[in-house]
């Protein structure tokens, strides 16, 4: 039996949760052209939080509802102002609850650095690099993920690609619209501060069949304990 979004999250998220809004683009298209594009993009803006030092439990922000339309995702792209101390510490995840009842149906990764389970170790404690700004995540970025910058001591905000050991955004591909995003951002060693001051996923409608469901709420409490 589904338990409700209030039982769910007792003890295993800090939650912030606001109203939707949508942010109105040109008209939908049909094609991926550049990446980081939105146009013709529907985008739905989510609340910010302080990211706990060293919880496990993380925050998670949301819920975004989306409008329901009858149509399947095309394409998801985020992108999420935050600032952050030490990349190789953190881990973010968009997870989508196709009918708002808090038991997501997909997670597309976006960060999963090393010394996290679920994320390849490293041996020691991964980039020390900060972040601060607008970070853009889309499939197709040509910059290629933040990993493949190597550790400068501060990542530019720009578009990028999650990193090689997550799932990606395209597991959403064909996820049917009406139903709710949460970000979920962990911190996972002590020192370390860090913000999100907003997010927003963009979603462009098309086609597509419906992905399988891979995750839920009791998988998601059994990777980040």
């Known amino acids: 039996m ?3 979004l209030s039982v769910l999250f007792v003890g295993m998220f800090v939650v912030a949760a606001a109203s939707a809004e949508k942010i109105p683009n040109d008209t939908p298209g049909s094609n991926v052209v550049t990446d980081c594009d939105v ?5 739905y803006t989510g609340p910010g939080g302080a990211i706990p030092d060293a919880d496990p439990n993380g925050i998670i922000l949301g819920p975004v509802q989306t409008d329901a339309n009858g149509d399947t995702f095309d394409d998801v792209i985020l992108s999420v102002n935050f600032s952050h101390t030490w990349l190789g510490h953190l881990r973010m995840s968009l997870f989508y609850d196709a009918d708002c009842d808090g038991v997501p149906e997909m997670e597309a990764s976006v960060l999963c650095r090393v010394d ?3 994320c390849p170790p490293d041996g020691c404690c991964g980039c020390s690099g900060d972040m601060g700004g607008t970070y853009t995540f889309d499939d197709i970025a040509s910059a290629g993920s933040i990993e493949a910058q190597g550790c400068p001591s501060f990542f530019a905000p720009g578009c990028y690609g999650p990193d090689l050991d997550s799932t990606g955004l395209d597991v959403l591909d ?3 619209d009406g139903g709710c995003f949460w970000l ?3 911190d996972g060693a002590g020192g370390d501060t860090g913000f999100v001051e907003v997010w927003d996923a963009y979603v462009l409608p098309g086609g597509g069949a419906t ?3 891979e995750t839920s709420w009791g998988s998601v409490k059994a990777d980040y304990r």
């Open 2 to 4: 589904k338990q409700a």
């Open 39 to 43: 146009t013709g993009y529907l985008g």
């Open 116 to 118: 996290l389970d679920g």
């Open 174 to 176: 064909g996820m049917t």
């Open 184 to 186: 979920f951002v962990q």
């Open 211 to 213: 992905p399988t469901v």
